[in-house]
C-alpha cells in the first residue's frame, strides 16, 4: 500500500423505497442483489487499494439506505473495510434496532448519520420518508445503548405545508434529542424528480419565505452552542471536534476515493465518475475488471476554482495562497467594502493573507464565490 | 408607346383591405404573369414584408390591357413612408381607392386619399371583398363618393379574391384616368419615386419620365443632389425585369446607375440628361429626416463589428436610415439610429436580427431636440443624455394626428390625448357612425406606447395617421436614473415638466421590480438636476448559498457556480450593480406593460 488518498466513500444504494424528493443513485428492494454488490464492491476496492494511504483517517458509508442492506452481507462488506479515524454509517431511523446498533458498533463504526428529515409527521407522510418521530428516538436509544457518542441528524426545511412553527418543532425536537452533529438542508427541487414535477411551483414560489428559515435554523443552532462551521452543517461545541470529518475533506479539497454504484473519486488532478446502472457495475467487476466511469480532467484553474466555492462553505478563512490566480481582485475588494468578507493574515503566516466571510457573507456565499471567481 | 395609351395608376388602401391582392388579379387578368409564375402578392418581394402583410418599397409594374400601357405603381402603405407615398402619386395621373367593404375607410387611407387629390389625382373609387358577408357595400360606397364627391353609382364593386369586377377595374382605368401630357420634345426629366439597391448593379432608381426621352448609356444628372452617373440599363417590369433601349415621357420604369451609395440618389430628386439638362426640376423634393431616434447595441458586446457591417448594408437599401457610434457607459458601444418613424424602427430592427442574425438591445425611443442654447445657437440633440445642463428652450417636434373612430370611442380618445398633452384641432363626422378626430400633439407622446393604449381603448377600432408640422418649445426637463448613486445614462429621459415627477417614480419603481435583488441594498432613484425627484431601496439578498455539497457532486455545483457566473457576465455592472439588459427596456412600458 503505497497511495496518498486518506478518504474512503462507499455507496451502497439500496432502498426499500425510493423518497419523491431523492435524485441519488438507488436501487429499490432486490435483496437477492445485496450480497453479489458487496462482492462487486469489494473487487473493486482491491482493485484501487493501491490508492489508499497505510492509514486512512475515514470512512463513509453512504446510500442509499446502508443500514437497509441485508444484514450478514452489511457485516461482510463493513469487516472488509479498512479501518478509519472516523467511520459513518448513514441510516435510515426505522432500520436501527439493538441489533444493528451492536453489529456497527462490532465493526469499527463509530459515528451514524441519520436520515430524520422532520419530526413532522404530515411533513414526513409529505417527503415520503417512512420512519415517524417515534422511530427516531427509538433509534438514538438504541444508538446509545450501542455507545454511539457521534450520531448525526439530517433536518430538511422549505417541505410544502412547513410552517415556521413546524420548522421550530422540529429544531427544537432534535435538540432534545442532544446529536453530537446537525445537517439542515433546504429543500431541493432536483430536476426529474417526481416531487419537482408535484411540487415544484411551490418550492419557487416560496424562495423569499426560505431566507427565513435558513436565518431562523442558524440562530437557533448557534443559540444552542452549535458550531455553524459549514454552510449547511453544525456541530457541538465541546472538546472533541465533532465537525464530520470526511466531509471536511470533500469542502477543503482533499483527494477521496469513491467506490460503488454511481460513486465519484477525486484522485491527482482526476475526477471520476463510476456508472450508475446496477448490471455495468457488477458485470466487469465479476471478472475482476473495472467498472464503466466518466473521467474528468481537473486542470489547476479548476480546483482553484472549486477551493474557493467549497472552503467558503467553511467557518474557517480561507487562505489565498493556493487560489489566487482564481480571484478577481476587483470584486474582492467590492465584496471587502461592502462587508461581506474580511481579508487577515492567516495563522502563523506573516506574509500570506487569508478571506473570511462575516456572518451576512456566509449566508450569499454561493453568490459570493460567483463574483470572486475570475 | 404615345402617350394617349398610357395610364399611370397606383392603388391607395389600407393595410390588408386588399391592395396587394387586386395587383395580383390585374397581373392575372392581363396575363403578364404565366400562371406557373403566380405567386400570391407578386409585388410584395420581401420576406417581411410578406410576413408582416405590408409594402415596404414601393415597386412598378407594367401590364398591357386593350391596347393601352398600365403602369402600376405600388405605394407603401404606412404612415412613416409619406414621403414616398407623395413621390409614388406623384408619378400617376389616378389612384384606385380601394376601401375593404366590411371595415371602411381607415385614417391612413383617408390621409392618402387627401394627398392624391392635392396632387390632382383621378380618384377612382372601389368597394373591394364585397364577398365577404358582413360587408356593407353601400355603406362603403357612401363613404366614399362623400370623400371624393362623387356618385355612389361610380364606385365599383370588387372582390379581388374571387376576381369579380377586376376588368371594370381596368376599363374605368383606361376611361377615367388622364393620360400622361408631357412635352417629348423638352429636355429630359425624370421623378425618382424609389429605389434599391443591387450588390451587384448598384442602386436602381424608379422613375417616371415626365418630358423627353431617355437612352441607355446616356449621361444623367441628379439635379437637387448633382450625382452623375450613366444609365448602364434602361427597363421596366412586367412583372419581370425586361430591358430596353430607351424610356419615353409618359413611360414609367428603371434606371440601373452603378452607383454604390443610395443616399446619392434619393427619392423625389429629377433626372435629367448631363448633355442637354432641363432648367428646373420638378416640385416637391424634400430631404427627409429622420424624427425618431434610439440606441442599437448588441446584447454580446463582441458582435459590435457585426452590428456595424449589418447597419453599413442595410442603409444601401434604405436611404432613410441614419446611425451614428454611440458609447454607453451602461451599455457598451452600439450606434445612436435615426428613424423616419416607430415602424421604421420596428423594421430596421427586425431586418438587423433576422437578415443578419444579431441580437439587439434596442433602447427605448426618443426624438430629436431642439435646444437653443444661452449663446441663441441652436443645436440638435438625439439623445437624452446629450441634453445640456445649461440651455435657453427646448424644442419638440410636433405632429397632426388624424384619428378615426366609431362615435362612441371619441370620449375615451380625447382623454388619452389630453394625457398625452394633445391640442385639440377640430372633429368631423365620417358617417352616421364614424368619426374623424384631428389633434396637435408632440411627436414624443406618441413614440412610446400611444398607439396601442389607442387600440386598446378603443377596442381596436381606431386608426391613425400623422404628418409631422414642426418644432414647437416645450417645458421639457431630462430625468436622470441613479442606481446606486450612480447616473446610468442609457435610462435618462426627456419629459415635460408636469410629468416629470409621475414617470420618474413610474420608472425606478419598474427598475426595482426589473432589476434582481444583489448582496448589498441598491437605492434606485430619479433625479432632476440634482433634486431627487423619486426613490426605491432594492433590498438586499439574504441567502444565496447551495443547500448541500458532497464529494459526489462537486462537480455539478461548480458547473452550477460558472453559470452564474456566466450570467453576471452578461448582466451589465453599473458600479457595483449587475443590472440585466432587460431593465434596460423598463423605459418602454412604464404604463402598464402590456409589451
Known sequence: ?374 | MDQPHIRNFSIIAHIDHGKSTLADRVLELTDAVADRDMREQVLDTMELERERGITIKAQAVRVLWKGHQLNLIDTPGHVDFTYEVSRSLQACEGSLLLVDAAQGIQAQTLANAYLAIENNLEIVPVANKIDLPQADPDGAAAELAQLVGDDPENVLRISAKTGVGVGEVLDAIVERIPAPSGNREAPARALIFDSSYDQYRGVVAFVRVVDGSFRTREPLRAMAQGTRFEAEELGFFAPTRQAVESLEAGEVGYVITGLKDVSKLRVGDTLTSAARPASDPLPGYKDVKPMVFAGLFPTDSDDYPELRDALEKLKLNDGALFYEPETSQALGFGFRCGFLGLLHMEIVRERLEREFDLDLLVTAPNVAYNIITPSGESVEVHNPSEMPAELERVEEPYIKASIIVPKEFVGPVMELNNERRGRFDHMEYLSETRVLLSYELPLAEIVLDYYDQLKSQTRGYASFDYDLIGFREGKLVRVDVLIAGDSVDALSLIVHRDNAYARGKALVERLRVEIPRQMFDVPVQAAIGSRVIARETIKAKRKDVLAKCYGGDITRKRKLLEKQKAGKKRMKQVGAVEVPQEAFLAVLNLDGGKR
Open chain 1, 1 to 374: 500500500m503505497t497511495g496518498r488518498v486518506e478518504h474512503l466513500y462507499v455507496h451502497v444504494p439500496f432502498c426499500a423505497h425510493r423518497c419523491g424528493y431523492c435524485d441519488f443513485v438507488t436501487a429499490v428492494g432486490r435483496r437477492e442483489e445485496h450480497a453479489p454488490y458487496v462482492e462487486a464492491l469489494l473487487v473493486e476496492l482491491a482493485l484501487e487499494r493501491e490508492l489508499l494511504a497505510p492509514e486512512l483517517k475515514t470512512v463513509f458509508v453512504g446510500g442509499g439506505t446502508p443500514t437497509f442492506t441485508e444484514s450478514r452481507a452489511l457485516a461482510r462488506l463493513l469487516e472488509s473495510l479498512p479501518a478509519a479515524t472516523e467511520v459513518t454509517v448513514e441510516a435510515n431511523p426505522e432500520t436501527v434496532t439493538a441489533e444493528l446498533g451492536r453489529l456497527l458498533r462490532r465493526h469499527g463504526v463509530n459515528r451514524v448519520s441519520l436520515g430524520v428529515q422532520s419530526f413532522r409527521p404530515h411533513l414526513l407522510r409529505t417527503l415520503e420518508r417512512r420512519a415517524g418521530p417515534d422511530d427516531v428516538r427509538r433509534a438514538v436509544y438504541h444508538l446509545r445503548d450501542a455507545s454511539f457518542d457521534n450520531i448525526s441528524f439530517d433536518l430538511i426545511y422549505g417541505i410544502p405545508g412547513q410552517s415556521a412553527s413546524d420548522l421550530d418543532r422540529d429544531l427544537s425536537e432534535a435538540l432534545a434529542l442532544e446529536p453530537e452533529h446537525l445537517s439542515c438542508y433546504e429543500l431541493e427541487a432536483k430536476r426529474g424528480t417526481r416531487f419537482t414535477y408535484a411540487h415544484g411551483q411551490e418550492l419557487a414560489a416560496q424562495a423569499e419565505t426560505m431566507e427565513a428559515y435558513y436565518e431562523r435554523v442558524v440562530e437557533t443552532l448557534t443559540t444552542a452552542s452549535y458550531r455553524w462551521y459549514e454552510t449547511a452543517n453544525f456541530c457541538r461545541s465541546e472538546a472533541r471536534d465533532l465537525r464530520a470529518r470526511h466531509n471536511l475533506a470533500y469542502w477543503s479539497g482533499s483527494d477521496y476515493l469513491g467506490i460503488g454504484l454511481g460513486a465519484v473519486s477525486t484522485v491527482g488532478g482526476r475526477r471520476s465518475r463510476n456508472t450508475a446502472r446496477l448490471s455495468l457495475y457488477t458485470g466487469p467487476l465479476m471478472r475482476g475488471a473495472r467498472p464503466a466511469r466518466e473521467v474528468e480532467a481537473l486542470p489547476e484553474a479548476v480546483r482553484r476554482r472549486e477551493r474557493v466555492m467549497l472552503g467558503l462553505r467553511l467557518d474557517e478563512p480561507l487562505p489565498l495562497a493556493g487560489v489566487r490566480g482564481a480571484l478577481d481582485d476587483a470584486a474582492l475588494a467590492r465584496l471587502e467594502r461592502g462587508g461581506l468578507l474580511t481579508r487577515a493574515p492567516a495563522d502563523g503566516a506573516a506574509v500570506d493573507e487569508a478571506i473570511s466571510l462575516t456572518a451576512r457573507g456566509r449566508f450569499l456565499a454561493g453568490g459570493v464565490a460567483a463574483e470572486l471567481i475570475a
